[in-house]
């Protein structure tokens, strides 16, 4: 239900969070191959009447579809309990969510109001502690949560809550309120229709001080960060972010950065990790969602800055594990591993250690030395223009504007698991994978060059950047 369904727009994650939820549902469905099947696709009657053959011989039903009072519901799995029925949602996360409660109310309240009596309610999500044993050996994968006396209150209003969204569709449109509601648990569909009539907000809005400073100021009614009273800030980071917006130079500490970095001992090996995670674990030894390392870039330097490449890439589609931890394990084994937000690299890389003992050793020793290079340059680096963000991809253009991603066809982490999922998929020819195997390369590569031309900004005193 919704004013105007032809207002929904794309948002970045759909893509990836539907061919998520069809994996999962898939696999759901393989672990109880006696279900009864109900197409979607078969039309309201259609459904409807094998929905009812399959509940009037009790058999266990994926996407029983039922309506009611205008409201159509799809049920996962419709499972016979006893002389009723259970209600099970099958969902991607590790845990059940308060969010799944409304789904599961509605499916309930329109089912009963079918005749069925619903015993239990139930999410059946990925267990957090699974790891496959053996290529398509899934069984324990998932878990059941039961959220019947979460839903039940719900329920228990369904048919007020409905009947008031129905109402409210007869009368004229109301005004949107936008916040962070429209961002949880997902981007909402109409997030850039719900934003576009608004009025243009201030250039350098509060909402730039990190860690979500800024709402203490929304709720004073100040949106404007120069309009901020710079006694009311709080912390030395917003203080900074304050007076880089008002003045227009760069909070730089040269002397500052040098001495932390100067404990990086060569030769430093500059190191970057492109993963890909899949919620049904693909090889044996994987979790649900863990990251699998497909490729990383490492420019390891001398002391006189001399530069060698080390590159990792494998889109063969077969565990690329192995591989990778071998060719880590080759990597310098003294000195500084230098990573952004390091804690990432780190883990991956402890990953494979467990992964495979034989080379734990050496990998544990390379996590040990693993340094990050984020947190001194949000220690000692600020340039208005990154508004209040310290990734890599918005300090680069404050300090090398010409290494600008807009010019890459991978441009972020999201398009390197785009590239990969197209390389290993059996229809990609081999003239389209050499050109992702390239364009893999050249983002990997630009994300170890920017680490470095970072680094060699933070120490370098000098005049501040121009702010644009």
């Known amino acids: ?152 209150p719900i329920v228990a209003t369904q048919g007020a809550r409905i009947g008031a969204a129905k109402a409210l569709l007869t009368q004229s449109e109301p005004a949107a309120i936008v916040g962070d509601h429209c961002h949880a648990p997902y981007t909402c569909v109409f ?84 993963t890909v995670s899949d919620a049904v674990p693909v090889w044996p030894g994987c979790a649900p969602y863990e990251q699998v390392p497909f490729q990383f870039v490492a420019d390891v330097e001398a002391a006189d800055h001399g530069i060698v490449r080390r590159e990792f890439l494998d889109l063969s589609g077969k565990d690329p594990r192995r591989a990778c931890a071998q060719a880590l394990a080759a990597l310098p084994r003294t000195g500084a591993v230098i990573a952004w937000h390091a804690r990432f690299e780190r883990n991956v890389v402890l990953r494979l250690a467990r992964a495979y003992p034989d080379l734990a050793a050496v990998l544990d020793d390379l996590a040990a030395r693993i340094v990050d290079l984020l947190p001194v340059t949000r220690d000692h680096w600020y340039h208005r223009d990154q508004r209040g963000s310290w990734s890599i991809k918005a300090v680069l253009p404050t ?42 390369r050249l983002y990997c590569g630009r994300d170890v060059e920017a680490m470095r031309v970072v680094a060699e900004r933070l120490i370098e005193p000098g005049p501040p950047s121009p702010v644009a």
């Open 191 to 274: 997030t850039d229709y719900c934003h576009a009539g608004l009025p243009a907000g201030p250039y350098w809005p509060v909402t730039i001080l990190p860690r979500g400073a800024g709402k203490a100021f929304l709720r004073r009614g100040i949106d404007d960060l120069t309009l901020v009273p710079v006694e009311d800030l709080r912390s030395d980071t917003d203080r900074r972010v304050h007076r880089a917006t008002m003045t227009g130079q760069v909070e730089h500490d040269p002397a500052g950065a040098a001495q932390v970095m100067a404990g990086w001992s060569y030769p430093r090996t500059w190191l970057d990790f492109e």
């Open 1 to 152: 239900m919704t004013f105007r369904p032809d207002s929904a727009g794309p948002t970045n994650d759909a893509a990836d969070r539907r061919a998520t939820a069809h994996a999962i549902a898939a696999e759901a469905r393989r672990q109880m191959p006696d279900m009864v099947m109900i197409d979607p696709a078969s039309g309201r009657s259609a459904a409807s009447a094998a929905t009812g053959a399959a509940i009037a011989t009790r058999q266990t039903i994926a996407g029983a579809q039922f309506f009611h009072d205008g409201v159509q519901a799809i049920v996962d799995i419709l499972e016979p309990d006893g002389d009723g029925w259970r209600i099970i949602a099958v969902r991607g996360s590790t845990k059940a969510k308060p969010d799944h409660l409304a789904a599961l109310a509605t499916q309930a309240w329109v089912a009963a109001a079918n005749g069925l009596r619903i015993t239990s309610v139930h999410v059946r999500h990925l267990d957090r502690d699974f790891t496959l044993d053996r290529s398509g050996d899934r069984g324990g994968l998932f878990v059941d949560t039961d959220v019947t006396a979460l839903v039940a």
């Open 399 to 440: 300090i090398a504007p010409h290494l600008d991603y807009a010019t890459l066809a991978v441009r972020d982490g999201g398009d390197a698991v785009a590239a990969y999922r197209e390389a290993v998929d059996v229809a990609s020819t081999p003239e389209r994978r050499a050109e992702l195997d390239a364009a893999l």
